[in-house]
């Protein structure tokens, strides 16, 4: 699970280079937003030279442009064999997951997809577009040009964004994948950003989108569980492992009955802090 | 006194009535009139004159007195300035006239260090650190025959005071050995205020004369010292790193004392530092060096006991030393003389800055990548010595300059003396320093082999061709205590 | 096989970058270097360029490095860039 998962304009070589050192869970290269026009060819050949000399100690996500633009094909082509983890659909529609879907699979690839809901459209089609490729692992939310297409007005508050955090929440936890907040765009009020943060992850967001490296300890911070809460974690875990091995069907823990919600947010939990192991997979069966 | 020992004292004659005293006033010190100044000084070909850079690139003194030498002929002169800065480039033509011989310096920069660095010096470059200069001088090593200093204000008598006037400069910690040691002292001012003039830096008993000029500096220079904590998120992660090895080391703890360079990334340590204290509710004992205003920010907010001052580096430091008692003046004898007693000793952590770093933890501050004289150790030397913990930070990579060589250009500061280097790919201990590792190891540091980085590095980058020097050697990297630690050579 | 039938330029004089531009040759490669770093890397800078050219099998060309000490990797993408922009591809 990526608590942190910080953008990095793809036509930057400085950056890119320390893309890896900052704290960050994943790194987002980016073709779209950060690359002007008529920079898309370059970056794109930055993007993939970088890929090729420099193992990246994080996982890498490259955002492609979207499938209305001439550069969609070709940003896949030249990406496609180089060593990352998947890529970041913008705008997504469910003509464009069909048409990654559908690359991805012609090329054998084992890349994964993060979707980016950044329109009306795409928030009210949501679960229909993120269900039409298995390579989905999360949902991002695209605040910007969804208040825009909204007609709404982006404050610092996020009122005008809570029916679409909602939203996708609960369609990421349909699908069990990766709910991604998104980013907070003012780079130096460190108060607002974690107060931001705090907010989406008590609505259920897994992880935060960044758009500044100086973003990433603080949001890590938020998203990372508590000691408390991880310790608390492993005594369900242990206890279920226990009541398993006995034949008991349910379990007591500080004086409550642990049941199936509380060892699946345990194991939620776990797998947020790194302290999953596999073997928890029988668990909850 | 030799009558002390004499055991016919009454032998000894009084003196006559007619060689009684007068009453009266000594002679004026004040002038404005440089040739009259000049005649009486009997500077000759060979004589030996001192400066100091308090005014930083603002200074006008140094240049101005140069080009009356220059004026009167005078010839091969030592030049003894604490540092040099780009606005001395003027004084190139005087290396190529002859007028000036030797530098002796502790940080030099700009066009005038090319030209030397292109053998432009007929005789040598001596390039001491801040204490070592003050030793030398203190001690009688280094002769001057007549110390300009640069003087914010002055009253007629010579109470120098570097916090008034229109150039106020702050603390003078630089010029104080100099004032003390010299042959003759000249109190160079733009600002000549009422009898007496305090807070005093420097008092009268040490001024033999006063010029007066039109201006000592350009107040835009003389504050430009300060640098801005980065913003580079590569050197906000190599500082967060830093305040983690501070911690880890044990030594951040009630009373500890702490100093810290002026570049954007040591910056950045002592703005974490800050946020850490605040959340800790720490109390450090004092912070030392050249003052900024983040540092007196942490005195008034009650973080730091006091501060012990040998420059201001902003407008912010020179108020504070106005009005804060516990903001203190300190010579450079004070701060870093390897001889006596120095701040230095007692400070726990230092931050401090390289140009390069070689897998023994030599550190290069004097020569830049194309080997050509743009620094100096200023107090590097002293504090990595002085200190339970210094603490080199540096990003790695940045626009293919290596940083890990084999072999530093100039040897400024011996690795001995150097404990940690932090990069943004990881922290290097010094395997001298055992009881850090295993400190940082426990801390879970990222901490790695300074030759393993190095390997990394020129993996990345590629190994980087040796600097082209000539053999003739220009001049020499002297230790605080006077030893020679390595030659400058010219650049091709 | 690529033939430079144009001027063109790619990357940029930002630091970590380099700024390679291009037009047709004289019958061989003519290759100008500057670069903040020349004294300790020209050498493999220029080898690298011919390198990527000879890959892209480009041997009729002109071509002026501004270089603020890029890595290998950008020297590399920014001339294949420039090759395509500078080139019509012979089918």
């Given at each position: 699970?990526?608590?942190?998962?910080?953008?990095?304009?793809?036509?930057?070589?400085?950056?890119?280079?320390?893309?890896?050192?900052?704290?960050?869970?994943?790194?987002?290269?980016?073709?779209?937003d950060?690359?002007?026009i008529?920079?898309k060819?370059?970056?794109r050949?930055?993007?993939?030279?970088?890929?090729?000399?420099?193992?990246?100690?994080?996982?890498?996500?490259?955002?492609?442009n979207?499938?209305?633009?001439?550069?969609?094909?070709?940003?896949?082509?030249?990406?496609?064999?180089?060593?990352?983890?998947?890529?970041?659909?913008?705008?997504?529609?469910?003509?464009?997951?069909?048409?990654?879907d559908?690359?991805?699979?012609?090329?054998?690839?084992?890349?994964?997809?993060?979707g980016?809901?950044?329109?009306?459209?795409?928030?009210?089609?949501?679960?229909e577009?993120?269900?039409?490729?298995?390579?989905?692992?999360?949902?991002?939310?695209g605040?910007?040009?969804?208040?825009?297409?909204?007609?709404?007005?982006?404050?610092?508050?996020?009122?005008?964004?809570?029916y679409?955090?909602?939203?996708?929440?609960?369609?990421?936890?349909?699908?069990?994948?990766?709910?991604?907040?998104?980013?907070?765009?003012?780079?130096?009020?460190?108060?607002?950003?974690?107060?931001?943060?705090?907010?989406?992850?008590?609505?259920?967001?897994?992880?935060?989108?960044?758009?500044?490296?100086?973003?990433?300890?603080?949001?890590?911070?938020?998203?990372?569980?508590?000691?408390?809460?991880?310790?608390?974690?492993?005594?369900?875990?242990?206890?279920?492992k226990?009541?398993?091995q006995?034949?008991?069907?349910?379990?007591?823990?500080?004086?409550?009955?642990?049941?199936?919600?509380?060892?699946?947010?345990?194991?939620?939990?776990?797998?947020?802090?790194?302290?999953?192991?596999?073997?928890?997979?029988?668990?909850?069966? | 006194?030799?009558?002390?020992?004499?055991?016919?004292?009454?032998?000894?004659?009084?003196?006559?009535?007619?060689?009684?005293?007068?009453?009266?006033?000594?002679?004026?010190?004040?002038?404005?009139?440089?040739?009259?100044?000049?005649?009486?000084l009997?500077?000759?070909?060979?004589?030996?004159?001192?400066?100091h850079?308090?005014?930083?690139?603002?200074?006008?003194?140094?240049n101005?007195?140069?080009?009356?030498v220059?004026?009167?002929?005078?010839?091969?002169?030592?030049?003894?300035?604490?540092s040099?800065?780009?606005?001395?480039?003027?004084?190139i033509?005087?290396?190529?006239?002859?007028?000036?011989k030797?530098?002796?310096?502790?940080?030099?920069?700009?066009?005038?260090?090319?030209?030397?660095?292109h053998?432009?010096?007929?005789?040598?470059?001596?390039?001491?650190?801040h204490?070592?200069?003050?030793?030398?001088i203190?001690?009688?090593?280094?002769?001057?025959?007549?110390?300009?200093?640069?003087s914010?204000?002055?009253?007629?008598?010579?109470?120098?005071?570097?916090?008034n006037?229109?150039?106020?400069?702050?603390?003078?910690?630089?010029?104080?050995?100099?004032s003390m040691?010299?042959?003759?002292?000249?109190?160079?001012t733009?600002?000549?205020?009422?009898?007496?003039?305090?807070?005093t830096?420097?008092?009268?008993?040490?001024?033999?004369?006063?010029?007066?000029?039109?201006?000592?500096?350009?107040?835009?220079?003389?504050?430009?010292?300060?640098?801005?904590?980065?913003?580079?998120?590569?050197?906000?992660?190599?500082?967060?790193?830093?305040?983690?090895?501070?911690?880890?080391?044990?030594?951040?703890?009630?009373g500890?004392?702490?100093?810290?360079?002026?570049?954007?990334?040591?910056?950045a340590?002592?703005?974490?530092?800050?946020?850490?204290?605040?959340?800790?509710?720490?109390?450090?004992?004092?912070?030392?060096g050249?003052?900024?205003?983040?540092?007196?920010?942490?005195?008034?907010?009650?973080?730091?006991?006091?501060?012990?001052?040998?420059?201001?580096f902003?407008?912010?430091?020179?108020?504070?030393?106005?009005?804060?008692?516990?903001?203190?003046?300190?010579?450079?004898?004070?701060?870093?003389?390897?001889?006596?007693?120095?701040?230095?000793?007692?400070?726990?952590?230092?931050?401090?800055?390289?140009?390069?770093?070689?897998?023994?933890?030599?550190?290069?501050?004097?020569?830049?990548?194309h080997?050509m004289?743009?620094?100096?150790?200023?107090?590097?030397?002293?504090?990595?010595?002085?200190?339970?913990?210094?603490?080199?930070?540096?990003?790695?990579?940045?626009?293919?300059?290596?940083?890990?060589?084999?072999?530093?250009?100039?040897?400024?500061?011996?690795?001995?003396?150097v404990?940690?280097?932090?990069?943004?790919?990881?922290?290097?201990?010094?395997?001298?320093?055992?009881?850090?590792?295993?400190?940082?190891?426990?801390?879970?540091?990222?901490v790695?082999?300074?030759?393993?980085?190095?390997?990394?590095?020129?993996?990345?980058?590629?190994?980087?061709?040796?600097?082209?020097?000539?053999?003739?050697?220009?001049?020499?990297?002297?230790?605080?205590?006077?030893?020679?630690?390595?030659?400058?050579?010219?650049?091709? | 096989?690529?033939?430079?039938?144009?001027?063109?330029k790619?990357?940029?004089?930002?630091?970590?970058?380099?700024l390679?531009?291009?037009?047709?040759?004289?019958?061989?490669?003519?290759?100008?270097?500057?670069?903040?770093?020349?004294?300790?890397?020209g050498?493999?800078?220029?080898?690298?360029?011919?390198?990527?050219?000879?890959?892209?099998?480009?041997?009729?060309?002109?071509?002026?490095?501004?270089?603020?000490?890029?890595?290998?990797?950008?020297?590399?993408?920014r001339?294949?860039?420039?090759?395509?922009?500078?080139?019509v591809?012979d089918?």
């Amino acid at each position: 699970m990526y608590k942190t998962l910080l953008f990095m304009p793809g036509n930057n070589p400085g950056m890119l280079v320390s893309s890896d050192v900052l704290g960050t869970d994943a790194v987002l290269i980016d073709l779209e937003d950060a690359v002007a026009i008529n920079e898309k060819d370059a970056a794109r050949v930055l993007v993939v030279e970088y890929l090729k000399t420099f193992k990246n100690q994080t996982d890498v996500f490259v955002r492609i442009n979207p499938l209305d633009t001439p550069f969609f094909y070709d940003d896949l082509d030249a990406i496609i064999d180089s060593e990352i983890e998947g890529i970041v659909l913008p705008k997504a529609s469910v003509e464009s997951m069909e048409a990654l879907d559908k690359y991805l699979t012609e090329k054998n690839s084992d890349f994964k997809i993060i979707g980016l809901i950044e329109t009306s459209l795409g928030l009210e089609m949501a679960m229909e577009i993120l269900s039409k490729s298995k390579k989905v692992i999360g949902v991002l939310l695209g605040a910007e040009d969804l208040t825009l297409d909204l007609g709404a007005k982006r404050t610092k508050e996020s009122e005008e964004i809570a029916y679409a955090r909602s939203k996708i929440i609960a369609i990421s936890k349909a699908l069990q994948i990766e709910a991604i907040d998104t980013p907070f765009t003012d780079t130096d009020d460190y108060e607002g950003l974690k107060k931001d943060s705090l907010n989406a992850k008590d609505l259920g967001m897994t992880g935060k989108a960044l758009i500044s490296p100086r973003h990433v300890d603080i949001v890590n911070n938020v998203f990372a569980p508590s000691q408390a809460e991880i310790e608390y974690a492993l005594r369900v875990v242990e206890g279920q492992k226990e009541a398993i091995q006995i034949g008991l069907g349910a379990f007591s823990l500080d004086g409550k009955m642990v049941d199936a919600p509380i060892i699946k947010r345990a194991l939620n939990l776990l797998k947020m802090s790194g302290d999953y192991k596999e073997e928890y997979d029988e668990l909850l069966k | 006194m030799n009558y002390l020992n004499n055991f016919n004292i009454d032998s000894i004659k009084v003196i006559d009535k007619s060689e009684y005293p007068t009453k009266g006033q000594k002679k004026n010190k004040v002038t404005e009139n440089i040739d009259d100044l000049f005649k009486e000084l009997n500077i000759k070909d060979g004589s030996v004159l001192s400066f100091h850079h308090h005014l930083r690139n603002g200074d006008h003194v140094t240049n101005l007195i140069l080009k009356q030498v220059q004026k009167l002929g005078i010839k091969d002169i030592t030049l003894v300035a604490s540092s040099l800065f780009p606005t001395n480039k003027e004084l190139i033509p005087l290396l190529k006239d002859g007028t000036i011989k030797n530098v002796v310096a502790s940080y030099i920069s700009g066009e005038l260090a090319e030209a030397i660095s292109h053998g432009e010096l007929k005789g040598n470059i001596i390039m001491q650190s801040h204490g070592g200069r003050a030793r030398s001088i203190a001690n009688g090593e280094l002769k001057i025959d007549v110390a300009f200093i640069a003087s914010p204000s002055s009253d007629d008598k010579g109470n120098i005071s570097g916090v008034n006037g229109i150039n106020s400069c702050g603390s003078m910690g630089y010029a104080i050995a100099d004032s003390m040691m010299s042959e003759k002292v000249v109190a160079v001012t733009d600002s000549l205020v009422e009898y007496p003039n305090y807070p005093t830096d420097i008092t009268e008993d040490y001024v033999d004369h006063i010029l007066l000029v039109d201006s000592i500096g350009l107040k835009s220079g003389i504050v430009s010292g300060t640098t801005q904590v980065t913003k580079d998120p590569i050197g906000l992660k190599i500082a967060k790193d830093t305040l983690k090895v501070m911690e880890a080391s044990g030594l951040l703890k009630e009373g500890f004392s702490y100093q810290s360079g002026a570049g954007g990334i040591s910056l950045a340590v002592t703005s974490f530092l800050r946020d850490y204290m605040l959340e800790n509710d720490l109390k450090g004992g004092f912070a030392s060096g050249g003052i900024t205003g983040y540092l007196t920010d942490m005195l008034e907010e009650g973080l730091f006991e006091s501060l012990y001052d040998v420059q201001c580096f902003d407008l912010e430091a020179i108020e504070s030393l106005k009005k804060n008692p516990t903001h203190l003046r300190m010579s450079a004898s004070q701060y870093g003389n390897p001889e006596v007693s120095a701040v230095v000793d007692n400070l726990d952590i230092v931050i401090l800055g390289a140009t390069e770093i070689d897998t023994d933890f030599n550190v290069n501050v004097m020569t830049g990548s194309h080997g050509m004289l743009m620094g100096g150790s200023g107090g590097h030397q002293d504090t990595a010595a002085g200190s339970k913990l210094s603490i080199i930070v540096s990003k790695l990579f940045s626009s293919r300059i290596p940083l890990i060589k084999d072999k530093v250009d100039v040897i400024t500061t011996p690795g001995t003396t150097v404990d940690v280097l932090v990069t943004e790919r990881g922290i290097c201990v010094n395997p001298l320093r055992q009881d850090l590792i295993k400190q940082f190891n426990e801390a879970k540091l990222n901490v790695v082999d300074i030759k393993e980085l190095k390997e990394y590095s020129e993996e990345i980058m590629g190994k980087a061709k040796p600097i082209e020097k000539t053999d003739r050697v220009i001049g020499i990297s002297e230790y605080r205590d006077g030893k020679i630690l390595d030659y400058i050579y010219e650049v091709k | 096989m690529a033939v430079i039938n144009k001027m063109a330029k790619a990357g940029s004089v930002e630091s970590n970058d380099i700024l390679v531009m291009m037009s047709p040759g004289d019958g061989g490669i003519d290759l100008e270097i500057e670069s903040i770093v020349y004294n300790q890397y020209g050498d493999d800078i220029k080898k690298t360029i011919l390198d990527t050219l000879k890959e892209e099998n480009i041997t009729d060309v002109k071509v002026i490095i501004n270089d603020k000490g890029a890595l290998d990797f950008t020297i590399r993408a920014r001339v294949k860039a420039c090759i395509r922009r500078g080139s019509v591809q012979d089918v």
